[in-house]
């Protein structure tokens, strides 16, 4: 019997790392998203929707960035994207606001979270703010809006 005991403690021991949950990992996920119209309906930013592609660069790297927004009531704004990098992609949804200043440029803030993932970034769990501008005299689709993101994710 005592034989067998260090085998009965070894098998014990690796059962329990193996059954022990991994730790997640936590990464910044601040950076800077510029975008472009692809396609709308309706009249945003008043009402309707937009579809919007691409680029990320940040804290995780450089990716490509797909979005989905959908506008009203005036001013208010809600949305769904999927930010694709090289160990995998995040989605998450989004909302928030915009204004128009005096000189005519948009301006944007709000917040969103972390929905799930691909690859490394599985089972993602997050939230972020966010603020950005477009140029004034322009189309969502003809000059690129630049937002500068600060968040965190888990996975």
Avoid: H, W
């Amino acid at each position: 019997m005592r034989k067998l005991m260090p085998y009965a403690l070894a098998a014990l021991c690796v059962g329990a790392v193996l059954a022990a949950p991994a730790s997640a990992a936590r990464d910044s996920t601040d950076g800077t998203v510029t975008i472009v119209g692809l396609s709308q309906e309706g009249e945003p930013p008043f009402s309707g929707s937009n579809r919007v592609a691409g680029e990320v660069k940040g804290d995780l790297g450089r990716g490509a960035y797909l979005g989905t927004n959908t506008f009203g009531p005036p001013g208010e704004f809600q949305g769904k994207f999927r930010a694709f990098f090289k160990k995998g992609t995040l989605k998450g949804r989004l909302s928030g606001t915009g204004t128009v200043t005096s000189d005519g440029t948009a301006v944007f803030e709000g917040s969103g979270e972390y929905t799930g993932g691909t690859g490394r970034y599985k089972g993602a769990e997050g939230s972020f703010t966010f603020e950005g501008s477009q140029p004034p005299d322009t189309t969502s689709d003809s000059e690129p809006a630049v937002f500068q993101v600060d968040g965190r994710v888990r996975y």
